[in-house]
């Protein structure tokens, strides 16, 4: 009777390993926990004014363990400036875009892009800051050109289907596309403050963001349409109720000042 006791004491989990298990996952919440304060801490003062001392606070932490973690305050924002990056690369995954459709496929990706800079303003903020460093932290990323490999692959994919249905025209690199829409949805947002005050006009209201995104959606599909020709690309786009009326030209100081 003694051996079947002794076989099931040997089977029983030992212990350690779930004192272990607990021990990781409490070193895993720790982190994630740093690294959403930082997110904040970081938009909220910039890179210079992102103390340790402020996230750690945040965090509910010791700044001992920033170190332990990310081994430097560098060290912590670039792991933000990664996860900002992860995130939207797995948003932008979970699209359901059918490369078949390429009208309606890249028309979606559009309204995603321009959406997810509205919705997600400490993202353009992070990037600003960043871009105020020269990129020098997010040059030291491993892992940054993975998340951009994602989205130049879909919009290769969207581009060489509809140049094989006759719909799209050849030539048009998927980079080149992607850095015009990136462009139209991150400058919109990042300077939507300055540009109310300077073109007088509610740049973040309901209709002014649609009419936007149908302006952008609209100068994409003229970009890579296999049949437009000059005169579809020379007329005006129409005038939307919300935007100021411009002063008359007689209103206008002349050079002469006259």
């Not at 249905?165 to 980079?175: D, H, I």
């Not at 309901?206 to 000059?230: K, N, P, Q």
């Amino acid at each position: 009777m003694a051996e079947p006791k002794a076989a099931a004491r040997r089977s029983a989990p030992k212990p350690a390993t779930r004192r272990t298990g607990v021990r990781e996952a409490a070193a895993q919440a720790t982190r994630e926990s740093i690294l959403r304060a930082a997110t904040k801490v970081f938009a909220k003062y910039g890179y210079d004014g992102g103390s340790v001392e402020k996230i750690s606070k945040a965090a509910k932490s010791y700044d001992r363990m920033i170190y332990y973690y990310f081994g430097s305050k560098e060290g912590l924002f670039i792991a933000v400036l990664e996860g900002i990056y992860r995130r939207m690369d797995d948003a932008e995954a979970a699209l359901d875009l059918d490369a078949t459709r390429p009208v309606e496929s890249l028309t979606a990706l559009i309204r995603f892009v321009l959406g997810y800079y509205r919705k997600n303003p400490e993202f353009v903020t992070l990037l600003n800051t960043e871009n105020l460093h020269k990129g020098r932290h997010i040059a030291k990323s491993l892992r940054a050109r993975e998340y951009s490999s994602r989205a130049i692959s879909i919009i290769s994919e969207i581009v060489a289907a509809g140049v094989a249905q006759g719909l799209f025209r050849e030539g048009v690199a998927p980079r080149d596309l992607y850095l015009l829409i990136a462009s139209t949805g991150y400058f919109y947002t990042s300077n939507r403050h300055t540009l109310t005050a300077f073109l007088g006009e509610p740049l973040e209201s309901t209709e002014a963001v649609a009419h936007w995104e149908d302006f952008v959606i609209e100068t994409v599909l003229r970009t890579v349409d296999a049949g437009a020709s000059d005169e579809d690309t020379t007329q005006p786009h129409e005038v939307k109720k919300w935007q100021k009326s411009q002063p008359a030209p007689s209103r206008a100081r002349s050079s002469s000042g006259t």
